[in-house]
DNA sequence: CGAGTGGTTGAAATCCGTCAAGAATAGTGG
DNA sequence: CCACTATTCTTGACGGATTTCAACCACTCG
């Protein structure tokens, strides 16, 4: 049952830890608390999924290993976020902390399924967990489908920034190495390294730490990769306006598929 | 209320249109068929959600424009997909239709959401969609990260053919053009034509007609790129095995960002 | 039959991955 | 506290892959 029981962390309490609140509080008093080490492994792929997990402190790695040998991440976890939440009864992928000082908190999912059974609150609430889920994964997708790599970056940094310091301030501190980028981007850890440096060197970053940057150019991160786009024709590649009025208002012929 | 209502819809109807079971099914008494035409839109980001789709036959695209007129196509909807479950009080993101004979069911977002309130098997139903939806986006996830388009093309062969006739058979029809291929998988149509051509070349697949192909080498689709990689020695952008057994079960430092 | 969409193929420039070496940082032990 | 070492990060060079621009076919629809 307890299979994965995380036997393997370490320093658990049941101490709530955190008083902000979110989704699962009501179970809070349940909750086991591990503090982990860099590259831990927090749940295997395959394992029963008997926890849902979310990250207090420090930033861990959702990720799957390829046929040959390459790591995809999946999904960057930061604190507030959940995981461990699967459809069905084992982990879909295997999750790692990433960051030194890494702080997890388990709860147990029959659990939460029980309690969602009898709360419409707390499904509701269980339900909010899978949407910032799909959007995470959707923010990803975005990413990963923009065209240059120092694009990936740009959008990759703002997108860091936006989630771990909301709003405010132009200084991102990156919770992950090169490497751990570069699995998340799909690409090499070399070019990031490249991409990083040449938005230094156009002014729209400034790196003032290994890790440690600072926006400065925040328009010129998020869109365009310098190109100049005021040729707003309506390429085939982008039908703004989908066929006007034309069938709009009238029947669509009955699928000829029938 | 029905400010989205699919005014520009058509061919509406109250019969359930299908027999198989879904999600949703309790709800079908209420539900809006409707059939559309080849690009259609269905939903339209920043419009209030007040409906929750169902695809019933043909196929629906959600994506996303960039404000440098590029096109992102987020999610491919086939037939029992579900579409427009959003976590906020708008859509998210525009769907449109990718082929002739594209037809939805409509549901009441407010009467599904009162239903899970008042039933917990219910709510478990809405919780497997967004599942289900997450499935999908970690699968598009994976084809976006292979390194070549040969093998992302490959991959979303394989994926189709999955979707679209589970299990059983090498024949499968591609049920949207290179064009909308070409903006799921982040590459620009050329290449992908280019990528079809190669594969065939190989004798992976076989073009039968322009969208309809047959499978000849499945193993060759969905690994390697014909690269062999009989070097199978952990190189550091895959840590299979991270920290063996040194922190497994003895108490991990405790975090010092505490 | 002509127009338009969708699809394929070619050639050139660019971008990126790989290999390789060097620099900086952090962690460890004395 | 310092030196040592392993890891992480940066930069260069080269070859291959992809994008872009362009032209050319196939098919459908009116």
């Known amino acids: ?27 809070d008093a349940v909750a086991i608390i591990s503090s982990c080490g860099p590259r831990q492994e927090l749940c295997r792929e395959g394992q029963p999924a008997s926890t849902i997990y979310r990250v207090i402190a420090g930033a861990a790695l959702r990720s799957v290993i390829r046929p040959d040998g390459r790591r995809q991440v999946v999904d960057l976890l ?27 908190a388990g709860y147990p999912r029959k659990r939460a399924e029980a309690q969602a059974d009898s709360d419409p609150k707390f499904a509701r609430e ?43 301030g ?31 060197r156009r002014g729209v970053i400034r790196l003032t730490g290994t890790r440690v940057l600072q ?20 390429s085939r590649r982008a039908p703004s306006q989908l066929p006007p009025a034309s069938c709009a208002s009238t029947p669509s012929r009955t699928a000829s598929a029938n």
């Open 1 to 27: 049952m307890n299979a994965i029981a995380p036997s393997h962390l370490s320093a658990r309490s049941r101490h709530p830890s955190s008083s902000i609140p979110h989704p699962l509080q009501r179970l």
């Open 78 to 104: 930061f604190p507030g976020d959940f995981f461990g939440l699967t459809a069905g009864a084992d982990y879909d992928n295997t999750v790692e902390s990433a960051a030194r000082g890494t702080i997890v």
């Open 126 to 168: 269980l339900r909010q967990i899978a949407f910032d889920e799909l959007s995470r994964l959707q923010a990803q997708l975005l990413i990963l489908g923009r065209v240059t790599v120092p694009e990936k970056v740009g959008s990759f940094i703002v997108a860091v920034a936006h989630r771990l310091s909301p709003g405010c």
């Open 170 to 200: 132009d200084r991102v501190t990156l919770p992950i190495s090169r490497y751990d980028i570069a699995d998340y981007l799909a690409v090499s850890a070399e070019t990031v390294s490249r991409s990083l440096s040449e938005l230094q």
């Open 215 to 234: 926006i400065l150019d925040r328009e010129a991160l998020e869109e365009h990769d310098h190109h100049d786009w005021l040729s707003s024709l309506p």
